[in-house]
């Protein structure tokens, strides 16, 4: 049997976080959006060399960041989002703010056919929510962007 090159349980894109507060973020995913914790390993220092968490069917990894690696904090500027889908966005939000999350946009029906709302969540990364209302074609969605447009 051949090694498979992307290993069973993951999908082609994973992504990988560096959070000086690591330990932290892991209880905090927890919390906030029912991840289970897969794998840690922890360093003779006590910070996280690398972490793996499970939320629905997906991976997140994380760590701290280190003078000798290319993660770092996003305390400066978020420059990427988490998207997650979820089947309850409006409990799955609440959660989250319960957990420590900050409300970006609350939760509202989008013209793209989901229901969603963004977080920003202690360690500095932003969330998508969502949960899928509606399978639209691309030129519904357009038609919809072009009227929401115009509104304003």
């Known amino acids: 049997m051949s090694v498979k090159p992307i290993p069973e349980g993951y999908h082609s894109i ?3 976080l560096g959070i000086q ?3 932290e973020a892991i209880e905090f995913y927890k919390k906030a959006f029912n ?5 840690r390993l922890t360093m003779p220092d006590g910070n996280i060399g690398h972490a793996e968490l499970r939320i629905g069917d997906s991976a997140i990894m994380l760590g701290t960041p280190c003078d000798q690696g290319p993660l ?3 305390q400066q500027a978020v420059s990427i989002g988490l998207h997650l889908y979820v089947t309850d ?7 989250a703010l319960d957990a420590g999350a900050q409300s970006v ?3 509202k029906d989008q013209f793209y056919g ?4 963004t977080l920003i969540d202690p360690f500095g990364h ?7 209302k509606e399978d639209l074609s691309e030129e519904q969605i357009r038609q919809r962007a072009m009227e929401m447009f115009n509104q304003g």
């Open 72 to 74: 770092s904090n996003p």
């Open 21 to 23: 507060q690591a330990a």
């Open 126 to 132: 932003l969330w998508f929510l969502a949960t899928h």
């Open 105 to 107: 946009s609350e939760v």
């Open 89 to 95: 966005v409006d409990q799955s939000f609440q959660q």
């Open 14 to 16: 994973t992504p990988y």
């Open 35 to 39: 991840a289970t914790e897969v794998m």
């Open 114 to 117: 989901d229901r969603s709302g």
